[in-house]
Nanobody, 121 residues
Framework: VQLQASGGGLVQAGGSLRLSCAASGRTFRSYVMGWFRQAPGKEREFVAARSWSGGRTDYAESVKGRFTISRDNALNTVYLQMNSLKPEDTAIYYC???????????????WGQGTQVTVSS
């Protein structure tokens, strides 16, 4: 599976962005998809994950109620809708895929290249 993330940019606090992650490979729909982020000087952290059917979804506490992960299996694409953005959301955002449901960085086998999100105060 190859992943290509896009949609990052500069936004003011309180604004919104939607990230997209396009996946190649016919087995996309069988993979769990996740979003992670890494701020300067910090470790990469979990943001959200969604099972292939959408029956299971998890979010980091820091983004609950503000971010929504969704996927379109027909388009081989996963999205991260980010609302009410805060300066502390500034990071490089990565999409990732794994065969088995996980919310840990170590559980993901395939990674996209990352897209920068910067939230100004």
């Amino acid at each position: 599976v190859q992943l290509q993330a896009s949609g990052g940019g500069l936004v003011q606090a309180g604004g919104s962005l939607r990230l997209s992650c396009a996946a190649s490979g016919r087995t996309f729909r069988s993979y769990v998809m996740g979003w992670f982020r890494q701020a300067p000087g910090k470790e990469r952290e979990f943001v959200a994950a969604r099972s292939w059917s959408g029956g299971r979804t998890d979010y980091a506490e820091s983004v609950k109620g503000r971010f929504t992960i969704s996927r379109d299996n027909a388009l081989n694409t996963v999205y991260l809708q980010m609302n009410s953005l805060k300066p502390e959301d500034t990071a490089i955002y990565y999409c990732a895929a794994t065969p088995n449901y996980d919310v840990n960085v170590s559980g993901y086998r395939y990674w996209g290249q990352g897209t920068q999100v910067t939230v100004s105060s």
